[in-house]
């Protein structure tokens, strides 16, 4: 009897440790750290008691395609990358029985005149017929107002989640926190985020009331820990029925967002129960970086860059296994989604394919150098100059009104101009939102507060890009030039809905001074002193890039005329060949002028950079 004692309480005991070692596989979650460039996967084994995965799943992914489905031949045997090589791709695994969803961080349709023409319908089409399962929104999806984001939303076949986009007045999301995915033999629960900037970055009027009261609103729009606190409330309410959670953000991870704590990093490190991250927004080529949670877990962030240069592809392997990987060509295409990119691609040729001039030296909003380094959002540069003069010349000249001073912000440039035969395309390339022209009277400290908001961030450098941290409120002028100073700590102050409020230690910006056209003279901005100045009405009537500091400025003439129009007529007037020598604005002596560097004429200084 001893015996059958001991060899009962030796079962027990080993009963036991296999209750405890199934229990710890269950509901841990462990991780291996990889670093960037590496073959990186992370384990991330659901925190709930569900079995692990039963098959493989393969979660493809896009972000900021900002419309552009022309991407080019690199060469005979490389057809490039549009969406009909990734829908190939997508139908192609499925052909193989793989279990397969695809997902889009947002900023989709706007940003090129493909999406812009017809305001995005046609693009959602394409992104139907591709197989999108599911999308979040970017700050540019709300471009074209309420009525035009509604409108996508209720075309595409995919459905749009954000946990942060929230209606004041019944405080609740417009749209679903979340979704949940049953696929594989698993259940994958995805939660949406969108970044609070967008309240700025697109136009807040959109968001509010006929009585410029808002409606709409994004949580960490006044305080970061609002954003965590939703991201939060959205994991908590599906992690425990779910073998996964991961986020499909559009953050980034930026330097002006790093400054509100709003970047995809933060909300990792401030929120449990995340599994991975896949975002958007700052247009970061981010293969895999393991980043920990609030509770110091592991979790996947990812980003595929911008432009439809790469999508992502996820896998979570049977044994809970993420990795990722970025692919930059397919080699097939799927002729059924060739077919309605090409016939978006001839429309818009047709409707603006005529040449209106001659470039004799490339225009930039990049480094000439290294044409991924994006630069008009932190320096001038020779398009910068280009397209703010444009709205110069077309107030004093072609409309006969008195303009001092015209502002563009950086983030409304978009792409370079090549030399060689340039056409309404080109213009409308260059600026594809479709912004309106307008003129106001503003007193000169409204124009120092401008400048100085838009250079918060000038002095910083993004290290993986190699190039100066940005804003898209960083002013491209025309009449001006100014200095900076990057010794100066920026003091700018804004309000809950990040609306400029004052400047409340020394200005970073100096020796401002504006060309006065009688005197062929720059001649020092007086503060008390009414200007005229134009600009597109997004900054200077809808407060963009919370620029609020024109709202009380006396509207002269608004709506004038499309800005990308603008910048054609301005081409047009050179009568043939774009170039210094032909430039209408020569007539003004001693104007500040050099469209064949790449880095301006010297409008903008930058001081005591490191």
Same mark, same amino acid.
């Given at each position: 009897?001893?015996?059958?004692?001991?060899?009962?309480?030796?079962?027990?005991?080993?009963?036991?440790?296999?209750?405890?070692?199934?229990?710890?596989?269950?509901?841990?979650?462990?991780?291996? *750290?990889?670093?960037?460039?590496?073959?990186?996967?992370?384990?991330?084994?659901?925190? *709930?008691?569900?079995?692990?995965?039963?098959?493989?799943?393969?979660?493809?992914?896009?972000?900021?395609?900002?419309?552009?489905?022309?991407?080019?031949?690199?060469?005979?045997?490389?057809?490039?990358?549009?969406?009909?090589?990734?829908?190939?791709?997508?139908?192609?695994?499925?052909?193989?029985?793989?279990?397969?969803?695809?997902?889009?961080?947002?900023?989709?349709?706007?940003?090129?005149?493909?999406?812009?023409?017809?305001?995005?319908?046609?693009?959602?089409?394409?992104?139907?017929?591709?197989?999108?399962?599911?999308?979040?929104?970017?700050?540019?999806?709300?471009?074209?107002?309420?009525?035009?984001?509604?409108?996508?939303?209720?075309?595409?076949?995919?459905?749009?989640?954000?946990?942060?986009?929230?209606?004041?007045?019944?405080?609740?999301?417009?749209?679903?926190?979340?979704?949940?995915?049953?696929?594989?033999?698993?259940?994958?629960?995805?939660?949406?985020?969108?970044?609070?900037?967008?309240?700025?970055?697109?136009?807040?009027?959109?968001?509010?009331?006929?009585?410029?009261?808002?409606?709409?609103?994004?949580?960490?729009?006044?305080?970061?820990?609002?954003?965590?606190?939703?991201?939060?409330?959205?994991?908590?309410?599906?992690?425990?029925?779910?073998?996964?959670?991961?986020?499909?953000?559009?953050?980034?991870?930026?330097?002006?967002?790093?400054?509100?704590?709003?970047?995809?990093?933060?909300?990792?490190?401030?929120?449990?129960?995340?599994?991975?991250?896949?975002?958007?927004?700052?247009?970061?080529?981010?293969?895999?970086?393991?980043?920990?949670?609030?509770?110091?877990?592991?979790?996947?962030?990812?980003?595929?860059?911008?432009?439809?240069?790469?999508?992502?592809?996820?896998?979570?392997?049977?044994?809970?296994?993420?990795?990722?990987?970025?692919?930059?060509?397919?080699?097939?295409?799927?002729?059924?989604?060739?077919?309605?990119?090409?016939?978006?691609?001839?429309?818009?040729?047709?409707?603006?394919?005529?040449?209106?001039?001659?470039?004799?030296?490339?225009?930039?909003?990049?480094?000439?150098?290294?044409?991924?380094?994006?630069?008009?959002?932190?320096?001038?540069?020779?398009?910068?100059?280009?397209?703010?003069?444009?709205?110069?010349?077309?107030?004093?000249?072609?409309?006969?009104?008195?303009?001092?001073?015209?502002?563009?912000?950086?983030?409304?440039?978009?792409?370079?101009?090549?030399?060689?035969?340039?056409?309404?395309?080109?213009?409308?390339?260059?600026?594809?939102?479709?912004?309106?022209?307008?003129?106001?009277?503003?007193?000169?400290?409204?124009?120092?507060?401008?400048?100085?908001?838009?250079?918060?961030?000038?002095?910083?450098?993004?290290?993986?890009?190699?190039?100066?941290?940005?804003?898209?409120?960083?002013?491209?002028?025309?009449?001006?030039?100014?200095?900076?100073?990057?010794?100066?700590?920026?003091?700018?102050? *804004?309000?809950?809905?990040?609306?400029?409020?004052?400047?409340?230690?020394?200005?970073?910006?100096?020796?401002?001074?504006?060309?006065?056209?009688?005197?062929?003279?720059?001649?020092?901005?007086?503060?008390?002193?009414?200007?005229?100045?134009?600009?597109?009405?997004?900054?200077?009537?809808?407060?963009?890039?919370?620029?609020?500091?024109?709202?009380?400025?006396?509207?002269?003439?608004?709506?004038?005329?499309?800005?990308?129009?603008?910048?054609?007529?301005?081409?047009?007037?050179?009568?043939?060949?774009?170039?210094?020598?032909?430039?209408?604005?020569?007539?003004?002596?001693?104007?500040?002028?050099?469209?064949?560097?790449?880095?301006?004429?010297?409008?903008?200084?930058?001081?005591?950079?490191?």
């Amino acid at each position: 009897m001893g015996k059958r004692k001991i060899r009962f309480a030796l079962l027990l005991s080993l009963m036991f440790i296999f209750v405890i070692t199934l229990v710890s596989c269950s509901q841990g979650q462990t991780g291996t *750290t990889t670093t960037a460039g590496s073959d990186a996967s992370t384990t991330l084994v659901p925190t *709930t008691t569900t079995e692990p995965t039963k098959e493989d799943i393969t979660i493809l992914y896009t972000n900021d395609i900002h419309g552009y489905i022309a991407n080019t031949l690199k060469d005979s045997n490389n057809p490039g990358l549009r969406l009909d090589s990734i829908s190939a791709y997508r139908k192609k695994l499925i052909n193989e029985k793989k279990n397969v969803l695809l997902f889009d961080c947002g900023d989709e349709i706007q940003g090129s005149v493909y999406g812009a023409l017809d305001k995005g319908v046609e693009m959602v089409g394409i992104m139907n017929k591709v197989g999108f399962d599911l999308a979040t929104p970017g700050n540019h999806d709300y471009d074209f107002g309420m009525d035009g984001f509604n409108r996508i939303v209720s075309s595409a076949s995919y459905k749009f989640i954000s946990c942060n986009f929230r209606s004041l007045e019944t405080n609740k999301t417009v749209l679903d926190s979340s979704k949940t995915f049953e696929i594989g033999g698993v259940k994958i629960g995805v939660v949406g985020i969108t970044t609070p900037e967008t309240l700025t970055s697109s136009t807040p009027a959109f968001f509010q009331n006929d009585k410029g009261e808002f409606i709409y609103t994004f949580d960490g729009v006044s305080d970061r820990n609002d954003l965590y606190t939703s991201v939060q409330n959205a994991i908590d309410e599906i992690r425990n029925k779910v073998n996964y959670v991961i986020a499909l953000g559009h953050l980034g991870v930026a330097a002006d967002d790093e400054k509100l704590g709003t970047r995809s990093i933060d909300v990792i490190n401030n929120t449990t129960g995340l599994d991975a991250f896949i975002d958007g927004h700052s247009h970061t080529l981010m293969e895999k970086e393991i980043v920990k949670t609030k509770d110091n877990k592991d979790c996947l962030l990812t980003q595929t860059g911008c432009y439809l240069d790469g999508f992502g592809e996820m896998t979570i392997s049977k044994d809970g296994v993420f990795s990722t990987k970025i692919i930059n060509s397919v080699d097939e295409r799927d002729d059924s989604v060739t077919a309605l990119e090409d016939q978006l691609i001839a429309h818009v040729n047709q409707e603006l394919g005529e040449k209106i001039a001659t470039l004799d030296k490339p225009l930039y909003i990049t480094s000439p150098d290294n044409l991924n380094q994006r630069l008009v959002r932190a320096r001038e540069t020779n398009l910068g100059d280009f397209v703010a003069d444009s709205i110069y010349w077309y107030i004093n000249d072609y409309k006969a009104l008195d303009c001092d001073i015209a502002f563009n912000n950086g983030g409304g440039i978009r792409a370079n101009i090549d030399s060689g035969d340039v056409t309404y395309l080109s213009a409308k390339t260059v600026e594809p939102f479709g912004n309106q022209i307008c003129v106001v009277k503003t007193k000169g400290i409204n124009i120092k507060n401008a400048l100085e908001m838009g250079l918060s961030v000038f002095e910083g450098w993004n290290t993986e890009w190699n190039c100066p941290a940005e804003t898209g409120g960083f002013l491209q002028v025309a009449g001006i030039k100014f200095q900076a100073d990057a010794n100066v700590k920026s003091s700018v102050k *804004t309000d809950d809905k990040g609306m400029f409020k004052s400047v409340d230690g020394d200005y970073r910006v100096k020796n401002i001074m504006v060309y006065n056209k009688q005197t062929s003279a720059y001649e020092p901005l007086d503060e008390n002193k009414e200007y005229t100045v134009s600009g597109i009405n997004y900054i200077l009537r809808n407060s963009g890039n919370g620029l609020s500091m024109f709202n009380d400025s006396t509207v002269v003439l608004d709506y004038i005329a499309e800005d990308y129009m603008v910048l054609a007529d301005y081409m047009k007037a050179f009568n043939g060949n774009v170039n210094n020598a032909n430039t209408p604005l020569k007539k003004y002596a001693n104007y500040l002028l050099d469209y064949e560097t790449p880095s301006g004429s010297g409008r903008i200084k930058l001081l005591n950079l490191q």
